[in-house]
């Protein structure tokens, strides 16, 4: 960050999108300050994976992206099996991934090499901060052409190897995610088994697990048994400080989350954002409505989660099962904006209402928060509810999407506009690589508060304009 | 929070509910850092929010002995020392039964060696009778050192060394760790596979962490793997004095003073002058504090959560006016400071948690100056100096002075020191009369002076 030294002459500006202080008009703070990750991270993280197949590591892979561009920190997988099937276009059988099959060893050394290129191409020219590089990597050889790899461009690199060997998760991981794979379309169930199995065993012999003695130099971690027990060496920094946190929080017993907003507020009747209003007539009715729904899925051991906010309390009241309240779920602060209509806010601050519509997840209202510190601070909700396993959260329009946005990979640019209306159950179960989303509309009206983007987003367009797209209301 | 709940007892193991208390047991051989660690822990979950309280064995054996004469105490055939130690360790779990069952604590360190697996049995077995669940925290280090350097840090000036020269100490002490080591069965990886513990190998190096069992388990591996031992120090310190400061209103975004202008020429030389390696600044969100870093002439890092506590409805009023508008609210936060939230604001309690990540980063850090806020500052000060929360609002964190906070053995030194920039008071002192119907008089009379 260039400083010039005459900084005591200038005055501090407040950014109108952010609202954030800087020294002069026009200062290059291109990187977000503040955000939840802090910027002292300057050299770019390579996430490397370390197993033998069916180890779980792309599915780890897959995870930590998600969870990393979440928080606020670019991150790509780059998974070489991909760029292998590119390769090869048709899969023929575990001979392939024979150790004497000289052909296909050059092929699979290219692929690696062609994925690492992609992992310098997505730091130097895409301003990607890590990336994760999934593959096998089981032998100390091809971990070295790694680590030297990096080394000569200056990244960090940290290994997380997958270890275990219970055959009932071995085979399960198989049936979730290996025979729907490319390479198994044409084949039946059995002979799938069969041939992955044999391509297990081609890794077997030369696997090379990271040596606790020659490799202590390495950052790494190495999960046993699907995070049974963990082993933890040399972590530098804080963004390897914050994966290992997140891998010994994730799980992958079986569960379902739901999310659900509050009931119909007198508020959304009106209009009007924000604000700490009781349930209307029909808000009532949905969370009897809830309270039947949340039994008749026969919920082994629910938790429910609301925010401090009246509107979500009363929701769960209705349930007649304990409930925890967060602060942290609370409501998007409309600072300056709270319980105003979007009319109103066109009327009385209409910059502020187009500076909005231009970025909707960073912009900060006046006095209160963006998109971008929501995320922040539901972090450790986040966190938590990868520690439970059967929770219900009943919240808020803005804190839905949020969360929503991380179960399905939602980036920010569509975060703010994901569709969350009232009355309605979203049911996420963790399936495979993703999440499976059941959508339960309980079938009790409720004004619409989603509020699409408009065509115009200038700061100089007339009302109507900016008024387009406000839903209907008292 | 989560609530607590208090477990049943059916025979000889007690239920163990999801929130039942938590007995975390040290393990290692002495100078392994052990009481380091469980002190430190316990500042942590008590600023947290979470009741915990440690029980040093060491301490109850110094109670029970009066005199520690050498060595030989500890030896493994001293039938008699043998004896006074494992009623020691009864006394302190005891103490540890009533502090989690009776007295609502949620958390117990138990600090010993507990380096045998006969002497982790009996804690284990007694757990299970009063439904705690147990988490083992072991330090194995051979670094000779670090070790040493442990000793000297703070051993020599224990009770128990008080009248020996330091030869004599460290020689008497090197002795002493050679009892223990005939008989250390470090937890195995095999052997204790169904317990849950994290192996903390070579200060920090190296973590082996086995079956986490829930949330506040999971906090604790986060923050054990996240402190270090490297010297470095702390600056804490407020913006300079802002123009609603003068005003006596609370809150706002307001700019530096003339007065405050010249608070941050004077940081800047202070901090030039203390020639510190690798410093990180870091400020909140607000004019104030921005202003104030600006000056140093050095770049840094804005955190919202450093921003000061959000006062609601009571943003830039003076106190005056909150008694006068919301007398019943001026009450209510003379009554319980800490747990007080202003009408659509915040809480000191809401601080606490909205600090813990840049509690957890400075843990992390090593030379770090923060420019923050009065309420800000009094969590941040309270956790490295473990004060309650009844203190906590009340602690003294005027305008244009910096605090260095330096760790040193087992806690905190504090350097205090006042730039000479004159500013005004706005510490408000607890009133006497807190009841709802006091006369305005007897509300205001602790505001501090203001334009």
Not at chain 1, 296 to 304: A, G, P, S
Request: glycine share 4%.
């Amino acid at each position: 960050m260039a400083l010039s030294v005459n900084r005591e002459q200038r005055k501090l500006t407040q950014t109108p999108l952010l609202k954030i202080w800087v020294p002069w008009v026009g200062c290059n703070l291109n990187r977000r300050r503040g955000s939840s990750v802090p910027q002292f991270c300057n050299s770019p993280t390579m996430i490397v994976m370390v197993g033998l197949p069916a180890r779980g590591k792309t599915y780890i892979s897959k995870k930590l992206t998600r969870y990393l561009n979440w928080i606020g920190v670019p991150t790509k997988s780059f998974n070489v099996g991909q760029y292998r099937r590119e390769a090869v276009k048709i899969y023929k059988d575990f001979e392939f991934f024979n150790p004497e099959n000289e052909e296909a060893m050059k092929i699979r050394k290219a692929c690696a090499s062609a994925a690492l290129k992609d992992v310098a191409a997505y730091f130097s020219k895409e301003q990607g901060q890590a990336a994760v590089f999934d593959a096998t990597n089981t032998t100390r050889e091809r971990r070295a052409v790694i680590l030297s790899y990096a080394k000569e461009r200056g990244y960090k690199v940290f290994f997380v190897e997958s270890i275990c060997d219970d055959p009932e998760i071995i085979a399960e991981n198989i049936k979730q995610v290996k025979l729907g794979s490319p390479d198994y379309v044409d084949r039946d169930e059995d002979e799938a088994m069969k041939d992955f199995s044999q391509r297990i065993d081609c890794y077997k012999s030369s696997y090379m697990p990271i040596d606790d003695e020659k490799d202590r130099k390495l950052s790494y971690i190495k999960i046993f048994d699907v995070g049974s027990r963990y082993l933890v060496n040399r972590v530098q920094d804080h963004i390897q400080s914050r994966i290992v946190y997140y891998l010994m929080n994730i799980h992958v017993t079986p569960r379902s989350i739901y999310l659900s907003r509050h009931g119909e507020s007198e508020l959304n009747l009106s209009g009007r954002i924000g604000g700490d209003s009781g349930l209307s007539p029909r808000g009532h009715k949905y969370a009897k409505g809830l309270a039947t729904f949340i039994s008749d899925q026969n919920i082994k051991e629910l938790k429910v989660w609301t925010s401090h906010m009246k509107r979500t309390i009363q929701t769960a009241e209705a349930l007649g099962v304990p409930y925890e309240q967060w602060k942290a779920l609370n409501e998007i602060d409309a600072g300056v904006c709270e319980e105003l209509t979007y009319e109103e806010i066109q009327e009385n601050l209409p910059e502020e209402f187009a500076l909005r519509d231009q970025d909707k997840y960073r912009y900060r209202y006046p006095k209160g928060e963006s998109y971008e510190d929501l995320v922040h601070r539901l972090e450790p909700v986040i966190m938590e509810l990868e520690r439970q396993e059967n929770v219900l959260v009943i919240c808020h329009q803005a804190v839905f999407r949020c969360l929503l946005a991380y179960f399905v990979n939602k980036p920010a640019a569509e975060l703010p506009y994901l569709r969350c209306p009232l009355h309605t159950v979203l049911k996420l179960t963790p399936i495979a690589y993703g999440c499976k989303v059941e959508s339960f509309s309980l079938n009790i009206e409720a004004v619409n508060t989603h509020r699409e983007r408009p065509v115009n987003v200038d700061i100089n367009r007339n009302p109507e304009e900016a008024l387009q797209t406000v839903p209907d209301h008292i | 929070m989560r609530g607590s709940c208090r477990s049943r007892n059916t025979r000889d193991r007690a239920v163990c509910m999801t929130n039942c208390p938590t007995l975390i047991v040290t393990v290692g051989l002495p100078a392994r850092g052990k009481t380091y660690i469980s002190k430190k822990l316990t500042r942590y979950l008590n600023w947290i929010g979470v009741p915990t309280k440690e029980f040093n064995v060491g301490q109850y054996r110094r109670e029970c002995l009066k005199i520690y004469k050498s060595f030989e105490f500890f030896r493994p055939d001293n039938e008699e020392g043998l004896k006074i130690r494992r009623q020691c360790a009864l006394a302190a779990l005891n103490d540890v039964r009533q502090y989690l069952s009776v007295e609502g604590g949620q958390v117990a360190v138990f600090d010993a060696t507990n380096t045998t697996r006969e002497r982790r049995g009996t804690i284990v077995k007694f757990a299970e009778q009063n439904g705690f669940k147990v988490f083992f925290v072991e330090s194995v280090c051979e670094d000779p050192d670090v070790i040493a350097q442990n000793i000297v840090q703070v051993k020599l000036d224990s009770p128990d060394y008080i009248d020996c020269n330091t030869e004599e100490a460290i020689e008497d002490f090197m002795k002493r760790i050679k009892c223990y080591e005939s008989s250390y069965q470090p937890l195995d990886e095999v052997l204790d596979r169904d317990l849950s513990y994290i192996k903390i190998i070579d200060v920090g190096c190296r973590f082996l962490v086995n079956r986490v069992l829930d949330h506040v388990q999971s906090r604790i591996v986060y923050y054990l793997m996240n402190i270090h031992i490297t010297p470095r120090s702390i600056y804490l310190c407020r913006h300079g004095e802002s123009d609603l400061n003068i005003k006596g209103r609370i809150g706002g975004d307001s700019a530096l003073s003339a007065r405050g202008k010249e608070y941050a020429k004077c940081l800047r030389k202070f901090i030039q002058e203390q020639n510190i390696t690798d410093l990180k600044v870091w400020t909140s969100q607000m004019k104030r504090t921005i202003q104030t870093a600006e000056s140093l002439g050095v770049p840094y890092e804005q955190w919202k959560s450093l921003n000061e506590i959000d006062a609601g409805v009571c943003e830039e009023m003076m106190y005056e006016e909150i008694q006068e508008h919301y007398p019943l609210e001026f009450a209510l936060r003379d009554q319980d400071k800490y747990r007080y939230r202003y009408p659509k604001g915040e809480s000191y309690e809401d601080l606490v948690q909205r600090l813990e990540p840049v509690i957890m980063e400075l843990e992390r850090q090593e030379n770090v100056l923060v420019v923050c806020h009065q309420a800000v500052m009094r969590c941040l000060l309270a956790y490295f100096l473990d004060k309650t929360a009844d203190e906590l609002p009340y602690l003294k964190c005027p305008l244009h002075t910096v605090l260095k906070l330096t760790p040193m053995a087992y806690g905190c030194k504090v350097e205090s020191v006042y730039l000479g920039v004159d500013s005004v008071n706005t510490h408000r002192d607890r009133p006497e009369n807190v009841r709802a119907q006091r006369t305005t008089e007897d509300a205001l009379l602790t505001v501090p002076a203001h334009l």
